[in-house]
């Protein structure tokens, strides 16, 4: 699992000064540190250094210094040279880099990020997930802690501001990937992301009112790109005690460069250490790898292509309308995504095409289902650049799914046991989803910043017709401030299911104000929204809900402490309501408070220290009110309370550790990490399990305590 990740937080090793070394540490204009910079001398590049997550480095002195100079680079700065004098008898060495303006020019800017990148609230790179507290690496874990992330599973599913996370969606390169996550159950859950961070250039989390260069998503979205320069070639190899892996960055020429990794997942170490806490699970595993090429085809035309592969597998006790037994899982899925890119004199034309395909079966009891999933999609667009005030991008999206489910259900939907009675049902599903949007922004001021969108279908198949609109208007008060109103009408379809086998279309109204505060120690965020979800969906115990309603708060806080503290608080208050039949009722999550802690120790000569805590209420169930006896099912039917949502769990609190330290020797580092999840070994309760008269009630929980540990051996090339 991608808990078993590599590299939560990493920080590389203590530099002393010796009589031939020269330590230092690369920053930019705004004090922040530059990862990965190249230093190295002009006449003896061979004694070069790449910097550290702290910007630090260490490198040899040549013979005679005082006729070399030193070089720093970084792709997007201006390259820095100084000669001996301006390096020797200072105390601490600090180098600035300035931003390259000629080198990232208009048409390179207009390239680099999606028009929209200008109102999405949060812009996360590597090594903003690799420093995540909670993410152990996952670009998806890392948005979890976010303070919009209403997760409340544990699951890398993106859940945000109160909506359910098959409403929002994940793009990666402009193709969208349903169910973006591994170790999936029969609901579309999963741990942890199918993506590996080490590929990942960028990644952009719309909390609201999503833009509508993209389509099927009423709630959220994440967008995420893949490196588009490689800096320098690496060679990586890890071992923990549940995955062997690799990867491996090689550049094959100037402007062409490819990325493998692999991992092989494995169980037994893993569940001997933990066994006392993790009773129900039996056994898992995996085998997955990834390719991600890129190239230039001509001065202006660039091409890229990620391929991903995986097989998987899992074994646990699982519990279902009064009968607890075991429920295997198994997953085989193959992801193409190709991307090509063409710089025009004012603008970028972009062609995505992506091939989506599963096989996956589940059985338990006497319930079994095989299902086959495929998705082919394709979008062409046009972003036009105007002279500094306007931007325009317009585009066309085809997306088709179909979906195959070969299921072996229960007669009775009460009776799941293995000697109940049940039936075969064969169901093939098909949507055909075209669309077309255009999307504008124009600057207003130096201060303030409009955009606005229409997306409309063009209906196939029998489908309604319907159109998506939305506006932003930013406004910046003063030096790292932000100030951003959205709101929006957006639509999407749900992702079959085994509990919803049918593509439903969703329809949601959002508002939004986001305020955002940036200083060099510092950082504040506040925001308050609103939301109405319209849409049929089914829960687990099938109840019919049509409508959501959602009132959200956010407060959240990130400071840093010296040189070696990071604290970071947040707060989420969220009123949710649902509808059934004709009345309302309290949602799930229907949360006066939802705090995220971290408290982070980052000293490299020493150690990486990450403590946080995640608390909030429990979560809204319906109880069984009463059971009665069906003598053609052979089991006990529940009968629901009335006051659906009337009860709820007992509150949630986690508190975690991890902890990392790298060691490097030239141009070899090795990294060793470890973390205890719900350190206090807290029974966070999750669902509800009864006897098979319903009779008796005991409760399941969320992961006990947790422990894992790993090593890295990460060779950097030229």
């Known amino acids: 699992m991608r808990w078993i990740l590599m590299v939560s937080i990493l920080l590389l090793g203590n530099f002393a000064f010796t009589q031939n070394l020269l330590t230092g540490r690369v920053v930019d204009s705004r004090q922040k540190p530059v990862f990965a910079a190249n230093v190295y001398w002009n006449k003896h590049p061979q004694l070069g250094a790449v910097t550290d997550f702290e910007g630090q480095f260490r490198i040899a002195l040549p013979q005679n210094p005082a006729a070399d100079q030193l070089i720093v680079s970084f792709i997007g700065y201006q390259i820095r040279t100084m000669n001996w004098l301006q390096l020797k008898g200072k105390e601490e060495l600090v180098i600035v880099l300035q931003e390259d303006a000629t080198q990232l020019g208009e048409v390179k800017v207009c390239a680099k990020d999606p028009i929209s990148q200008k109102f999405s609230v949060v812009r996360m790179e590597k090594m903003d997930v690799y420093l995540n507290p909670v993410s152990n690496g996952d670009p998806l874990k890392a948005i979890t802690f976010l303070p919009s992330s209403t997760n409340t599973d544990e699951m890398a599913n993106p859940s945000i501001r109160g909506s359910s996370s098959d409403k929002s969606r994940v793009m990666l390169n402009g193709v969208p990937v349903l169910n973006p996550v591994r170790n999936s159950q029969i609901n579309g859950m999963g741990n942890f992301s199918l993506f590996n961070t080490e590929i990942i250039h960028k990644q952009y989390v719309y909390a609201s009112n999503p833009p509508l260069s993209y389509g099927n998503t009423s709630a959220g979205l994440v967008?995420?790109?893949?490196?588009?320069?490689?800096?320098?070639?690496?060679?990586?190899?890890?071992?923990?005690?549940?995955?062997?892996?690799?990867?491996?960055?090689q550049r094959i020429k100037e402007e062409s460069f490819l990325q493998v990794y692999g991992n092989r997942q494995f169980d037994n170490a893993f569940l001997k250490l933990n066994e006392s806490n993790l009773e129900d699970l039996k056994e898992f595993?995996?085998?997955?790898?990834?390719?991600?090429f890129r190239t230039q085809l001509g001065d202006k035309v660039s091409f890229n292509s990620f391929n991903y592969l995986i097989d998987e597998n899992y074994e646990a006790v699982d519990y279902l309308y009064g009968w607890t037994g075991i429920s295997k899982a198994d997953n085989r899925r193959l992801i193409s995504i190709s991307n090509l890119l063409v710089t025009t004199p004012q603008g970028l034309f972009r062609l995505n095409v992506g091939l989506d395909g599963a096989r996956n079966s589940y059985r338990m009891g006497n319930l079994s289902s095989r299902g086959r999933n495929e998705k082919v999609y394709a979008s062409a667009q046009y972003k036009w650049q105007g002279k500094g005030k306007n931007q325009l991008q317009i585009g066309v999206s085809e997306e088709y799914n179909r979906y195959r489910f070969r299921d072996s259900i229960p007669l009775y939907y009460f009776a799941v046991s293995p000697e109940a009675p049940n039936t075969?049902?064969?169901?093939?599903?098909?949507?055909?989803?075209?669309?077309?949007?255009?999307?504008?922004?124009?600057?207003?001021?130096?201060?303030?910043?409009?955009?606005?969108?229409?997306?409309?279908?063009?209906?196939?198949?029998?489908?309604?017709?319907?159109?998506?609109?939305?506006?932003?208007?930013?406004?910046?008060?003063?030096?790292?401030q932000t100030i951003l109103l959205s709101g929006g009408k957006y639509h999407n379809y749900s992702t079959p299911n085994y509990y919803q086998k049918d593509f439903v279309l969703n329809k949601s109204y959002q508002l939004a104000l986001?305020?955002?505060?940036?200083?060099?120690?510092?950082?504040?965020?506040?925001?308050?929204?609103?939301?109405?979800?319209?849409?049929?969906?089914?829960?687990?115990?099938?109840?019919?809900?049509?409508?959501?309603?959602?009132?959200?708060?956010?407060?959240?806080?990130?400071?840093?402490?010296g040189r070696y503290f990071r604290f970071s608080f947040s707060n989420t208050f969220l009123h949710q309501r649902m509808k059934n039949g004709t009345q309302w009722y309290d949602g799930d999550q229907d949360l006066v408070y939802f705090?995220?802690?971290?408290?982070?120790?980052?000293?490299?000569?020493?150690?990486?220290?990450?403590?946080?805590?995640?608390?909030?209420?429990?979560?809204?169930?319906?109880?069984?009110?009463?059971?009665?006896?069906d003598r053609n099912a052979n089991a006990w039917q529940p009968v629901y309370s009335d006051q659906i949502?009337?009860?709820?769990?007992?509150?949630?609190?986690?508190?975690?550790?991890?902890?990392?330290?790298?060691?490097?020797?030239?141009?070899?580092?090795v990294i060793v990490f470890g973390s205890v999840n719900n350190i206090l070994n807290r029974n966070n309760q999750s669902s509800l399990e009864y006897s098979s008269d319903y009779s008796d009630l005991t409760f399941r929980h969320y992961q006990k305590r947790i422990y894992y540990f790993g090593v890295i051996w990460q060779l950097n090339g030229n």
């Open 223 to 249: 967008e995420i790109e893949t490196v588009r320069e490689l800096e320098r070639s690496m060679y990586q190899f890890s071992s923990s005690l549940a995955n062997l892996g690799f990867f491996l960055s």
């Open 424 to 480: 075969y049902r064969d169901t093939l599903l098909t949507n055909h989803n075209l669309e077309g949007y255009a999307y504008w922004s124009y600057k207003l001021s130096k201060r303030w910043l409009f955009s606005t969108g229409v997306r409309l279908n063009a209906p196939i198949q029998g489908q309604d017709f319907y159109s998506s609109s939305q506006f932003s208007l930013r406004y910046q008060p003063g030096k790292g």
């Open 285 to 292: 595993g995996s085998i997955d790898g990834g390719i991600n």
């Open 595 to 629: 705090a995220k802690v971290s408290l982070a120790f980052n000293r490299p000569e020493w150690v990486n220290l990450g403590v946080t805590w995640v608390g909030r209420p429990g979560l809204h169930y319906t109880s069984v009110r009463e059971s009665w006896y």
């Open 645 to 669: 949502n009337g009860e709820r769990y007992n509150d949630y609190h986690n508190l975690s550790l991890n902890a990392s330290r790298m060691i490097q020797v030239g141009k070899l580092a």
């Open 514 to 561: 986001d305020y955002d505060w940036e200083t060099r120690k510092s950082s504040y965020h506040a925001a308050f929204y609103y939301k109405k979800e319209e849409g049929d969906w089914k829960d687990a115990d099938f109840f019919n809900f049509q409508d959501l309603k959602v009132l959200g708060l956010e407060l959240s806080a990130d400071l840093f402490w």
